[in-house]
């Protein structure tokens, strides 16, 4: 009888070791499902961010005042403008067909 009763005991210690551990493992793993998901809720809000700041630069206005600033590109006018007249190349050339 004593046999079975050591059997049993060790039994139950197993099983109570298997207990914590697994407790563990699950608090564990629940903290680390906690960080992913405050993780994706950062990286979520750091997205619609950069997309807010990408439709801010492409507006019509940022781009003409990057055009004027950085390209020291101005806005045409009649006084500005050359016109240039195309001429064939055989024309150009004198040979005549």
Not at 3 to 30: E, H, P, T
């Amino acid at each position: 009888m004593s046999r079975i009763n050591l059997l049993l005991l060790v039994a139950v210690l197993v099983s109570g070791m298997v207990l914590i551990r697994s407790a563990y493992d699950s608090r564990r793993l629940f903290t680390e499902v906690d960080r992913a998901r405050a993780e994706a809720q950062r990286l979520e809000s750091d997205h619609q961010r950069l997309l807010a700041e990408r439709h801010a630069q492409a507006t019509n206005l940022r781009v003409e005042q990057v055009a004027r600033e950085r390209l020291h590109m101005r806005v045409i006018n009649p006084a500005v403008t050359q016109g240039v007249d195309l001429v064939r190349p055989q024309a150009a050339s004198g040979v005549a067909r």
